[in-house]
């Protein structure tokens, strides 16, 4: 939503939240401000963030490029020891921090906390990585010549996160950017603007020189094409949709720029008749209503064993009678709102698409108007039986708390069933038996697998990223990321003694 008439009335109610560029925080020039409310109870304005304009983000990529000049003669282990500086900074303000995401996406506080101390985690990582090597000494045919290799700097990188995972996604991305000599120009996402200011503050109180990581929030139409499209970025970093992506791509490749595309998922879980049922039953609840469903590693389909089928429906049913829902602020809740009024038409109307393509709904499936609701934009944990591969919900992502359980003949049955998907990025099984275990490791058609675990999770230390049409082919986090934020300069150093 976006306003002019009564922008100085509104901030007298409300903080008007600036963009950061060139280390200074600068209002919009023509104006126009974001409104961000609650979605938990939407007549409730959580704050108003400034919209960059084409010219403003021009001016923060001409900043950044202005300071990469200085950035990357800093040592590595100084450009670390201001993320760690930023680690503790973080680390103290989780509190404020976790409270504003929740109150402007939604997530659970106890979830959004959680989210806050990880990247304080990935942040310490990242300080760690400054002290190690980036290059190495090669042999050469000729014994006067000394052969190696250095990782350098491109130069200035645009960052393009989504709302899901406010903090995490941003830092994961900021942090090794930034440790490898590059300087960010940053867009969140519009239901996420006020977070990635505070994020933006922490960095500016660690002492981070000024143009070293610029914010510009606003529209993806507007600011992410004019940030895409500039002459002087070097490389993209998105995690987003798979339209946006393939869109993105396309203006990367024209430009020859670099790009790193993080996008969908439908993520599965097979659950074989020797798997301990209860966890599985468990974890998978969990991994498909977890941050209500809002995750690219959320549990989306489950494919269990015909003999065991009918038992196990009735584990999850135990499962996911025991989720409330409601206001992420409170504590009794275990489930929250989706993040928007379009993210609610959009799982509404998967599950009214389940339910006509003939999907048996098991549970839940009601958008929730009680008084008691506030008008928020809460759906039920979802749960459908009786579905086919070939049903809607079953192959596209909802990206909400809704569960397709699918009958298999068995482990073969389930792992053809399970790989049948434009999408590569997680998987689990639950079984007991080694040998299936390792046979889906080696074929199940992901990027990230989980033997009696969830789908969803990630650490500091270990790639992620999917296969297929779930990822552009790099890895985010640990020190895969060198490989995207690095390009390599190769030098021959001969002497005549």
Not at 5 to 19: M, Q
Request: proline share 4%; charged share 20%; net charge negative.
């Amino acid at each position: 939503m976006v306003e002019k008439s009564t922008k100085e009335v509104r901030r007298k109610i409300v903080d008007n939240y600036l963009n950061f560029i060139g280390g200074e925080w600068i209002d919009s020039k023509d104006g126009i401000t974001n409104t961000q409310v609650n979605p938990a109870n939407p007549s409730q304005i959580v704050g108003y963030t400034a919209a960059a304009t084409v010219e403003e983000v021009d001016t923060a990529v001409q900043q950044a490029k202005l300071a990469f000049q200085q950035w990357k003669q800093l040592s590595p282990v100084g450009r670390g020891e201001i993320l760690r500086k930023a680690a503790d900074l973080l680390e103290a303000q989780s509190q404020d921090i976790a409270e504003t995401a929740t109150k402007e996406m939604g997530k659970r506080f106890i979830e959004m906390k959680g989210e806050v101390l990880r990247g304080a985690a990935i942040l310490r990582y990242y300080a760690q990585e400054g002290m190690r090597k980036l290059g190495e000494v090669l042999p050469s045919a000729n014994n006067q010549n000394t052969l190696y290799t250095l990782r350098v700097p491109l130069g200035v990188i645009s960052v393009i996160t989504p709302w899901n995972f406010p903090v995490a996604i941003p830092i994961w991305k900021i942090a090794p950017a930034l440790v490898y000599g590059n300087t960010v120009v940053w867009k969140p996402s519009m239901e996420a603007g006020i977070t990635a200011v505070k994020i933006a503050k922490v960095f500016e109180q660690a002492g981070l020189p000024a143009g070293v990581l610029n914010l510009v929030n606003g529209s993806g139409e507007i600011v992410g094409n004019a940030l895409v499209e500039h002459p002087l970025t070097s490389a993209i970093t998105f995690t987003g949709s798979n339209r946006v992506g393939r869109e993105l791509a396309s203006k990367a490749v024209a430009q020859n720029k670099k790009y790193q595309l993080e996008l969908g998922g439908k993520n599965p879980v097979v659950v074989l008749e020797d798997a301990d049922l209860d966890l599985a039953a468990k974890l998978t609840v969990e991994g498909a209503m977890k941050q209500t469903g809002q995750r690219c590693t959320a549990t989306s389909r489950v494919y269990v064993e015909a003999s065991i089928y009918d038992m196990f429906i009735e584990k999850l049913l135990e499962n996911v009678t025991q989720i409330k829902v409601g206001d992420g602020l409170d504590g009794s809740v275990t489930m929250g709102p989706v993040a928007s009024k379009k993210q609610f038409e959009t799982v509404t109307s998967y599950i009214q698409k389940g339910i006509e393509e003939g999907a048996e709904l098991l549970y839940g499936g009601n958008a929730l108007y009680d008084p008691v609701y506030n008008g928020g934009y809460f759906v039920e944990p979802t749960i459908f039986a009786s579905v086919t591969n070939e049903m809607t919900i079953a192959r596209e992502e909802i990206f909400g708390p809704v569960l397709a359980v699918i009958k298999v003949a068995d482990y073969a049955d389930a792992l053809t069933q399970a790989n049948d998907t434009i999408y590569g990025l997680s998987a689990s099984l639950f079984t007991t038996n080694l040998n299936k275990a390792f046979d889906f490791i080696k074929n199940s058609e992901v990027g990230m697998v989980q033997i009696n675990g969830e789908t969803g999770g990630a650490e500091p230390q270990a790639p992620f990223g999917g296969m297929k049409e779930s990822s552009s082919g790099t890895r985010e986090q640990g020190q895969a990321a060198m490989e995207f934020f690095t390009a390599y300069k190769t030098v021959s150093l001969t002497t005549s003694l």
